[in-house]
């Protein structure tokens, strides 16, 4: 079992900045790819970012490319999304979750999921 909790979300205006941090407890976190996923209002979970268990990997949606970071810190079982010029349509509760399996873009791949932080971008 793995618990993943959120944290860093809020309200910011476009062009703006934030960081998302996951903590993770439980089985061992180096041995867990790790993604991140955002559901706006109304619409589908869809994938953000992923990161292999060294952190050697790294994947993105095309929509943040460019804008978000990805990275992991294996000795303080944490995961982070730096998220630079944000945009309005970066709105949307963000989930952190692990999948012991490997990395993938698909959510159903993903075992441990996160409460989710709010993240809100003002025009």
């Known amino acids: 079992q793995v618990q993943l909790v959120e944290s860093g979300g809020g309200l910011v205006q476009a062009g703006g900045s934030l960081r998302l941090s996951c903590a993770a407890s439980g089985r061992t976190f180096s041995n867990y790819g790790m993604g991140w996923f955002r559901q706006a209002p109304g619409k589908e979970r869809e994938f953000v970012a992923a990161i292999s268990w060294s952190g050697s990997s790294t994947y993105y949606a095309d929509s943040v490319k460019g804008r978000f970071t990805i990275s992991r810190d294996n000795a303080k079982n944490t995961v982070y999304l730096q998220m630079n010029t944000l945009k309005p349509e970066d709105t949307a509760v963000y989930y952190c979750?692990?999948?012991?399996?490997?990395?993938?873009?698909?959510?159903?791949?993903?075992?441990?999921w996160g409460q989710g932080t709010q993240v809100t971008v003002s025009s």
């Open positions: 979750a692990a999948s012991s399996l490997g990395v993938y873009k698909i959510a159903s791949m993903y075992k441990y």
